[in-house]
């Protein structure tokens, strides 16, 4: 059973940083991809993050660009998130994605439909 396994949030004041870190388990191989998307209360889910595993190319959505960063270890199936120059507008729960067979174009990272397992969510709050 694929499992994947977020942690790292917590609350920080503006400005600061946060790593969320995603452990994938339970399948053989490497996946597809595997990305972030965030969701605030009231707001839709929204993709932040992409890294493709095989080529390690990355994606960001553009409110993140510059500030937060997507990385991989492959040899721990565990892809990270480094959070930094956080905003308010960045409090959101964050989940991590991951789809281990069907090809996302580039296109379509950000579509919570292109992800076949999700995990649970960790909680990422900024104060002003």
């Known amino acids: 059973q694929v499992q994947l396994v977020e942690s790292g949030g917590g609350s920080v004041q503006a400005g600061g940083s946060l790593r969320l870190s995603c452990a994938a388990s339970?399948?053989?191989?490497?996946?597809?991809?595997m990305a972030w998307f965030r969701q605030a209360p009231g707001k839709e889910r929204e993709g932040v993050a992409c890294i493709y595993t095989d080529s390690g190319n990355t994606y960001y959505a553009d409110s993140v660009k510059g500030r937060f960063t997507i990385s991989q270890d492959n040899a721990k199936n565990t892809v990270y998130l480094q959070m930094n120059s956080l905003k308010p507008e960045d409090s959101a729960i964050y989940y991590c994605a991951a789809e281990l067979y069907r090809r996302i174009y580039a296109g379509s990272w950000s579509r919570a439909t292109s992800y076949s397992y999700w995990g649970q969510g960790t909680q990422a709050t900024v104060s002003s």
């Open positions: 339970g399948y053989t191989g490497t996946s597809n991809a």
